[in-house]
C-alpha cells in the first residue's frame, strides 16, 4: 500500500503545533496533525486558562476579606462545585472548536501518538506516514515520582477537575503550581500541607520576596514541611498516609488526596525519537537557534518540549511562529528570545523578569538594588492589602534596569512594565519620565526604580 505523505506532520495539538498547523496550510502546504489527548493542548484545557478562571473567585475572596470592617460586612465563601461548572464555560468547547478551526483550514487530524520509524517516516493510526518536516510540539507531563504507592498521586488534571474539594489535601511540591494550587485550596477551606525536598518554595525567584510570601501562604493556612524527603504514599480507609523523612526522622501525616506537583517532563515516552535520529535531553528536544533537530534536519521542535527558555504560553506561541516561518521560507529565522516574565498567580501573585540579584552580580561588575517594603503606599494601602514588596536590580555603569521582581496583588500586570523596558534597555530615568494613570498599580514602577 502506498504512504501518506504530507509536506508538514505536528505532533501536539497546543498554541505551538496549532501555530505551526495553521501556518503552514495557509500557506499552502499540505499538513495533518496529531494529538493523544483533547485537542487544544494544555494551557487552555488543562493549564493557565482553567486555573485563572478558578482564581478568579479566590481574587475576590481575598479582595473582600481584607476590606472586612473597612467597607465590607459579610464574609464571602466559595461554593467549588457552582465554579466548577463556571469553568467549564471556558474549557468544554476547547476541543471540538480547535479541531473545527483545524478542519476547516485543510488541515488533517489524527487522534493518536504517531512514531518515528525513520528520519522522514512515522506511524500512526495503523498507516505509515512520510513527511518532508515533521514537528513535535508534545509539551510537558507530570514527572513521576519513584516512591512506593506512586499510583495514589493525583495531578494537575485531577485538581483542575475536582467536583468536591476533600478536608484536606497535601501536595508533593512547592513550586509554582503546588503554590498556586494550595492558595486556592486553602482559601476555598481546606487543610492544605506542602512537602518539598528543598529548604523554600519557589527556588527560581527571589528568595527575599519568597520569604513574605511563605508568611503570608502560613496565615492563610497552609503548612509547609521543607528539606523533606518523600518516602511513600499508602491507602488507608479514607485517607492516604503520606510518609517522609526530614532531618533523619521519619514522619508521616494523613490526606484525603494527595497531589503530584514535583514538576513537568517533556512528553517524548512515546515518540520513538531515537528510531528517528532526533536526540533528546532531560529539558527536552536539542534543537538549534532555528528550532530544528540537532540530529535531523527534517525534525523541528517548539514549545514546551524544546530544550530551550522557560515552559511558558506565550514563548511556546512564539517558537511555534518561527518554525512556520523556518519550514515556510527555508531556516532563515532564529529565535531571539526577549526577556520572559513570569508570574505565580498566588495571592499575592510573585513576579519576575530579567536577572536575580545572583545573577546580575555575576553579569555585571556593579549592580544598583532598589529594594523596599511597598504595603504603606496608596495601593495597597487603599485595598489593605497586607503584602507588597519589591526588587529591581539596574546596571550602576548605565543605570538600565536588568531585573525587576515584584509580590503585589497585581504584580502579575505590573510587570509587563518591567518586561518591556527591559527590553528596551531602558534607564531608571527614562522609566520615571514616562507619564502613567493614577492612582493605579503601573505607576509605582516610577518610584521602584
Ligand atoms: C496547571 C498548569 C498551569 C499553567 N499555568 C500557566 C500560566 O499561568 N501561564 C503560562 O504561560 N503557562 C502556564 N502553564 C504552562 C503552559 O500550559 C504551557 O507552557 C503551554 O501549554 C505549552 O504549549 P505547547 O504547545 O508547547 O504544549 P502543550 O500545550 O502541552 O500541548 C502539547 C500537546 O501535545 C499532546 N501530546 C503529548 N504527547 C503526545 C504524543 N505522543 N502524540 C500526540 N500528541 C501528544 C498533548 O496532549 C497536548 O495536547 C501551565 C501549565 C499547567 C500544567
Known sequence: MKNKEYDVFVIGSG?????????????????????????????ANRGCDPKKVLLGATEVLEAAQNLKGKGIRKEL??????????????????????EEKLRDAGIKLYHQSPKFLDKDMLFVEGKTIKANKIVVATGLVPRKLAVKGGKHFKTSDDFLNLKKLPKKIVFIGAGYIGMEFAHMAARAGVDVTIIDVEKRPLTAFDPDLVEELTKYSKKI????????????????????????????????????????????????????????????????????????????????????????????????GREGYVVSKNIINGNQKKLK???????????????????????AKKRYKNILIKEGNAKNWFNAKRINAPCYRYKIILNERTEEIVGAHILSPEAGETINIFAMAINQGMTADELQGTVFTYPSWVNDVKSMV
Request: with cysteine.
Open 221 to 316: 493556612g497552609i503548612d509547609f514541611v521543607f528539606g523533606a524527603q518523600l518516602q511513600s504514599v499508602k491507602k488507608l480507609r479514607k485517607n492516604f498516609k503520606v510518609a517522609y523523612e526530614k532531618d533523619g526522622k521519619s514522619n508521616s501525616l494523613k490526606a484525603r488526596m494527595v497531589f503530584n506537583t514535583a514538576g513537568r517532563v517533556p512528553a517524548i515516552s512515546e515518540l520513538d525519537l531515537e528510531k528517528g535520529s532526533v536526540e533528546f535531553n532531560d529539558n527536552g528536544i536539542a534543537v538549534n537557534s532555528y528550532l530544528q533537530s540537532k540530529t535531523n534536519k527534517n525534525v523541528y521542535a517548539c514549545g514546551d518540549v524544546s530544550d530551550n527558555g522557560l515552559p511558558l504560553t506565550p514563548l511556546s
Open 77 to 98: 465563601k466559595i461554593d467549588w462545585a457552582e465554579l466548577q461548572k463556571y469553568k467549564q464555560n471556558f474549557t468544554k468547547a476547547v476541543p471540538a472548536s480547535t
Open 15 to 43: 498554541i505551538a503545533g496549532q501555530t505551526v498547523a495553521m501556518n503552514s496550510s495557509k500557506a499552502g502546504l499540505k499538513v495533518a496533525i496529531a494529538d493523544i489527548r483533547e485537542f487544544g493542548g494544555v494551557c
Open 337 to 359: 528570545t526577549p526577556v520572559i516574565p513570569s508570574v505565580v498567580f498566588t495571592l499575592p501573585n510573585l513576579a519576575s523578569v530579567g536577572y536575580s540579584e545572583e545573577e
